[in-house]
């Protein structure tokens, strides 16, 4: 019998021509094996046709871990057998079939790390080991098909002991292309800020020192640069937070094992497996009761975002000191992508830092690290990046046509859409300037080179300002596709119901800002979406709120909250005693009361986070957003031990929930109870209102599933209050679990609108 097989799915970089080299041999068959330039494999098979079945039955059930299959196509050969054994054979760069795509970047894996640590192995102390189960991928390959000439370990010709593993098909490294020793491999190195190279035998557990004595580093990873400093010492953190003008902005942190890490966080079975699985994201933790690292890595927060090691230069880090875990944050300019040249890196970090802990081999494509939230065993991605992109999301239904989503303006990801799979991007930030602009539209068209995809549609915000409007209608005429505005929430509520693959629900969708298509401001909004998902309805949504100032009010939540409580009561002795909290103080708090009064100088808003903020002003929790939903986070984490006090009933006008009355509540008993009491009553009557509009609404409409999306789902408590509500009126509850549910997400529910419709 002769067959040709073609896999397509993650199949290069993982480990599967060995796979299949093997499992060709075991089975006495001949013929090869190839990459193909379109991330697929392709196979020929020569022999019995009892060894074939047996073949195909190994490659569905015995395939590597980290593989994924999406099809196997099998296509019967005429003609006589040519082979006379079984090869891997040299890549072929065509490329027929799309919707294959390159693996994510893997933490190092528990043999490397053996090896690692072992003085008698060859790769001992070797920062960058790795094998045909671990290693970068995503951030390393520059074009298909996954060979080393096509990576940028191409300018590390391997030695002969490497070689010697590389070819022996019982060697774990059989085939790896990202196989390296200290005699071929990358090398690590130590500079001061200028770039001047300190020559230390131990470049990387210097570095381990120099943070523990105080110093702050730039260490080069996989998919960028980390600032390093130390989580005990207050002195390099105030001067990070000083010199990165990054006044409260809370700081990733890398630990130096899962034991250390419960020595100052609650860690739930669920967050432990995640923090240890291979993708290492950031899981944002609970604080304990003895928490003893500096107050200022997440000020004000109940929680910490807390990573594990996931290469050996992370892991030598920690061997010659004591720390128990070192803050590790992107490194890049404010709206600036993730710095990845050592020529940037120097240019840019040269001020904010002591030293550089540098490496010679090249990121093709930057990454940053995802960051996710467990709410009990439901997990919530904040950034989907390092370690899920560009894996695909798996869908029940096949899109109709080929859709890319060029997302919003902040937190930003583009989206590929192909048949039943959704390539979402790294993290790619906000959209508001060059550099990320560049970086959006590189990366969304180097996923659609991965893919090899035939795009027919690019879907985008309804915002006509938005960079990202433009770049779509730039690449639409560019391309002959057609564009597909999406409105923001109905982006979110779509993606939900794609991902969970149900027909009609009504969704709350509540964040900060999204452009309606009454051109206003919503944000806290109550949708009806049906089948096609191409269209929606708004059925209700939250009491319209003035921004006095408009954006200076996002900034500065004190005018928000002056706005609504001046409809209830005479606020100005209030404010006058809190002007201080303005920028300008009396005189412009002055401004904001003459301006309630004639009513000018302001849009008006649904947005549930900036009730939220007008919230965190009234319970003096966050005066100032230095950071994206600063006021609401440090809300959630005054509420985390709070109860509800208030008690007070969800008043509903007209399809409309009404916050003015919620805030005036918490205002007039804010000396009467605790901060973290009020804190919860605030948050448990916008939960209950939003989860009894929405449940009334799919009363009448008679649809079965609630669903809750947007940034604000990302809020434990509102989450589960609503969670309760809905599923005590007998409805399904839905939220998103393998797509962030903020702005990140936006791109895939954009590319699903256009793709299904
Ligand atoms: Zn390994
Ligand atoms: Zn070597």
């Given amino acids: ?41 392709e196979i020929l098979l020569e022999g019995e046709e009892p060894n074939v079945k047996s073949f195909l039955k190994d490659l569905k059930e015995k395939k590597p871990p980290l593989a994924q299959i999406h099809q196997i196509i099998t296509t019967d050969l005429q003609g006589k057998e040519e082979y006379d054994r079984f090869t891997i054979y040299k890549s072929s760069n065509k490329a027929e079939l799309a919707g294959s795509v390159i693996p994510p970047d893997i933490a190092i894996c528990n043999d490397c790390l053996h090896e690692l640590k072992n003085p008698k192995d060859p790769r001992f102390d070797y ?65 001061t800020r200028e770039g001047k190279t300190l020559r230390f035998k131990d470049p990387i557990r210097e570095a381990g020192k120099l943070l523990s004595e105080g110093h702050i580093l730039a260490i080069k990873g996989y998919g960028g640069f980390h ?25 990733a942190i890398m630990a130096r ?25 950031i899981v944002l933790l609970n604080k304990s009761n003895g928490y003893y690292l500096s107050d200022i890595i997440a000020p004000a927060l109940h929680n910490v975002g807390v990573m594990l090691s996931y290469t050996g230069l992370h892991y030598m880090l920690f061997d010659g000191v ?37 490496h010679n081999r090249q990121i093709a494509h ?119 505005q999406v409105q923001h929430h109905h982006a979110h509520i779509a993606a939900l119901m794609a991902e969970h693959d149900v027909k009609e629900m009504v969704g709350i969708c509540c964040d900060g800002y999204g452009y309606g298509i009454d051109g ?16 929606f309805k708004r059925l209700a949504h939250l009491e319209r709120q003035p921004l006095i100032g408009g954006d200076l009010a996002t900034r500065y939540p004190m005018r928000i909250a002056v706005a609504i409580l001046s409809k209830k009561t005479d606020i100005e002795p209030w404010l006058m005693q809190n002007s201080q909290y303005l920028p300008h103080g009396e005189k412009e708090a002055q401004v904001i009361l003459s301006q309630i009064d004639k009513g000018i100088g302001s849009v008006e808003t649904t947005s549930c986070g900036r009730v939220l903020d007008a919230v965190a002003v009234v319970l003096s929790v966050c005066f100032e957003r230095t950071y994206e939903g600063e006021p609401a986070m440090k809300l959630e984490s005054a509420a985390a031990n709070g109860k509800d006090v208030l008690k007070l009933k969800p008043a509903i006008e007209d399809h409309c929930l009404q916050t003015t009355n919620m805030l005036y509540e918490i205002f007039e008993n804010r000396h009467k109870y605790p901060t973290e009491d009020l804190a919860y009553s605030a948050h448990s009557y916008l939960a209950k209102g939003l989860a009894k509009l929405a449940i009334d609404e799919a009363t009448r409409n008679d649809v079965k599933a609630i669903g809750f999306s947007g940034g604000a789902a990302c809020n434990q408590i509102l989450t589960s209050i609503a969670r309760k509500v809905a599923e005590t009126s007998g409805l399904k509850f839905l939220v998103h679990e393998t797509i962030p549910s903020g702005d990140g997400g936006i791109s895939f529910g954009q590319a699903v609108v256009g793709g299904y419709a």
């Fill in 1 to 41: 019998m002769r067959i040709k097989v073609s896999v397509t799915g993650i199949v290069q970089g993982v480990g599967f021509r060995p796979f299949i080299y093997r499992t060709a041999v075991r089975n006495q068959l001949k013929g090869y094996v190839r990459n193909r330039g379109d991330a697929g494999v």
């Fill in 227 to 251: 600032v390093a400093a130390s989580t005990i010492k207050d002195k390099p953190l105030t001067r990070l937070r000083k010199t990165k003008h990054r006044n409260q902005k809370p700081f």
């Fill in 127 to 191: 920062f960058f080991i790795t094998c045909t189960n671990c290693g970068p991928r995503f951030t390393i390959i520059e074009k298909l098909p996954y060979d080393r000439e096509n990576t940028t370990m191409r300018e590390f010709p391997i030695c002969d002991f490497c070689a010697k593993e590389y070819k022996d098909p019982l060697n774990r490294r059989f085939h790896a292309q990202t196989v390296a020793c200290p005699k071929c491999g990358p090398k690590a190195y130590l500079t």
């Fill in 257 to 281: 094992s899962l034991e250390t890490i419960k020595t100052f966080a609650n860690v739930s079975s669920e967050e432990e497996q995640t923090l240890s699985s291979y993708a290492r994201p």
């Fill in 366 to 484: 930057r990454c940053d690290d995802s960051v996710m939230r467990m709410h009990g065993k439901h997990q919530v991605f904040i950034r989907r990046s390092r370690g899920y992109a560009p894996a695909p999301i798996m869908l029940q239904k096949k899109a109709k046509r080929c859709a890319v989503g060029l997302g919003g303006e902040l937190n930003n990801t583009s989206c590929i859409l192909f048949e039943n799979k959704a390539f979402i991007s790294q993290h790619i930030g906000d959209v508001e300037n060059v550099e990320t602009r560049v970086f959006l539209e590189n990366t969304t068209k180097h996923l659609i080179h991965l893919t090899n995809s035939k795009v027919e549609a690019i879907a985008c915000d309804l915002h006509p300002k938005f960079t990202t409007t433009k770049l779509a209608q730039q690449l639409a005429e560019e391309n002959g596709w057609q564009l597909v």
């Fill in 322 to 358: 004591d720390d128990p875990a070192f803050v590790m944050t992107s490194a890049n300019s404010p709206n600036q992508p993730i710095i990845k040249d050592n020529e940037e890196a120097l240019k840019t970090l040269g001020s904010t830092v002591d030293y550089f802990l540098f």
């Fill in 520 to 535: 206003e401001a919503w944000g806290g909004e109550i949708l009806l979406c049906t089948e096609g998902l191409s269209e």
